[in-house]
């Protein structure tokens, strides 16, 4: 059985590649985006194939919502974690991340910082069973925190 691909959507590319090694590390096959459009472009590359889009809720070109809403259709087993900085009573308060978008039974959120095995645990929980998968390198992985610039 392959192992589940995991999309990652971040503008900040320490915060990517972090996110990027502890999945890899948890045993996910990851895709990376710095954008909406260029998620998107992965999105159609890999139709039904994702399983979980991480996704950073204020990304440059348009609104991680948004990127959700149409990989969604493109992969409609697909799950949605959504990251940010900000709680989520200013998301909701800005129109970014409302009540509505996360009553969504695939739809999850986790506030930055976060630790990486805190990240892990999640997805793991997330996700339908899995392989198990040796977690190689999860020590130094988890030693970092996850932060957010704003």
């Known amino acids: 059985m392959a192992s589940l691909i995991v999309l990652i959507v971040e503008d900040d ?32 590359l890999h139709q039904r194939e994702i399983a979980l889009l991480l996704c950073d809720v204020g990304l440059p070109d348009r609104a991680g919502p948004d990127v959700a809403l149409r990989i969604g259709e493109l992969c409609p087993q697909m799950r949605t974690l959504f990251t940010s ?44 069973a899995r392989l198990d998968v040796a977690a ?10 996850v932060s957010a610039a704003h």
């Open 13 to 44: 590319r320490t915060i990517l590649t972090l996110l990027t090694q502890v999945l890899q590390a948890g045993g996910y096959e990851v895709l990376n985006a710095q954008s909406g459009a260029e998620a998107l472009g992965l999105g159609r």
């Open 85 to 128: 900085g900000y709680p989520l009573d200013v998301l909701a308060e800005r129109g970014l991340l409302t009540p509505e978008i996360l009553q969504n039974e695939n739809t999850f959120y986790i506030q930055k910082p976060f630790w990486p095995k805190e990240l892990l645990h999640l997805v793991d929980g997330i996700l339908p």
């Open 136 to 145: 190689a390198g999860m020590e130094q992985a988890g030693a970092a925190r």
